[in-house]
């Protein structure tokens, strides 16, 4: 906000610049932005309903797991969710070039779409204290649970999936992705002869380690004229921006927010940003 980005609705390449997930800037190797990603908002509303979602479950997570644990599930199931979301994006907008008639005739358009958000993380954690309750429960006839704890676990994962799949603008490849990452650390957690915080912290720079090998060695075959275009379009974001001051840039952001020229988003993580490249 201190820097000129507006509060309630960012520009995309604002949200690029901050370290938004950007599926085709991942695969060029800047596989960094699968952590930015998780600690970016589209605005104080997103925030705050990731927020909300966050205090309901992560006092649950702290309590059955200890605060390492939390720490390292957060930021691991966070990841996934990431992974998830660029690889889905990054074959929907393979797709979505490849097929449109415009690239029949020389200039196409092109979907960027800009992911961030902590609900990955947080269906992770809300995944991983339902696996472990369910089994306390279940397995080990543990009656002490109470029954507020299962109405947090399935707000969090039915409301996240619930809108993933009815409203547009709701990255679920993300919501799943944790979702998976949760349950693999929940049975993790559940195996008897494992100390439990560090096998937790080994399989997260583990995974770290395979993610950063992958897209490291994954540019030399994406470097094309997509990520040149949207990295020439940040360069002139920047220069723009800088050039403003003061009510200057206010008045560029509500300008630019009172023409729509991204979409809205209601929850987690997904945001559309059509540029036209010729």
């Known amino acids: 906000i201190t820097q000129g980005v507006s509060w309630d609705s960012p520009n995309p390449l604002d949200m690029i610049i901050w370290g938004g997930n950007v599926s085709v800037l991942v695969f060029s ?41 939390y720490l390292v599930s957060y930021l ?4 996934i969710g990431s992974v998830f979301s660029a690889y889905w994006y990054h074959e929907y907008q393979s797709s979505r070039a490849m097929f449109n008639i415009a690239n029949i005739f020389g200039g196409a358009r092109v979907e960027v779409i800009v992911a961030a958000g902590a609900s990955g993380a947080i269906m992770g954690l809300a995944s991983l204290c339902a696996v472990h309750s369910f089994w306390h429960a279940h397995v080990k006839k543990d009656e002490s649970i109470p029954k507020g704890e299962w109405t947090a676990f399935f707000q969090v994962l039915i409301i996240n999936l619930g809108m993933g799949f009815a409203t547009p603008g709701v990255d679920n490849a993300a919501h799943l992705g944790g979702g998976v990452a949760g349950i693999v650390l929940a049975l993790l957690l559940l195996i008897p002869m494992l100390p439990r915080w560090s096998s937790t912290l080994l399989l997260f720079i583990f995974s770290l380690y395979l993610v950063e090998s992958y897209f490291s060695d994954a540019q030399y075959f994406v470097k094309n004229d997509l990520v040149i275009d949207i990295e020439n379009q940040i ?11 003061g009510l200057e840039k206010l008045n560029l952001l509500k300008a630019e ?21 010729e």
Not at 31 to 53: E, K, P, Q, V
Not at 235 to 245: G, V
Request: charged share 20%; proline share 1%.
């Open 257 to 277: 927010a009172a023409k729509s020229i991204h979409a809205p988003v209601a929850d987690n993580n997904i945001f559309l940003n059509e540029i036209f490249f």
């Open 29 to 69: 190797g800047e596989w960094y932005r699968l952590f930015t990603s998780i600690f970016l908002h589209h605005g104080l509303l997103h925030l705050a309903l990731n927020m909300f979602m966050l205090f309901q479950i992560g006092i649950i997570a702290e309590r059955k797991i200890g605060k390492i644990n």
């Open 76 to 79: 691991y199931a966070g990841l």
């Open 235 to 245: 360069k002139d974001r920047k220069k723009s921006l800088n050039k403003l001051k």
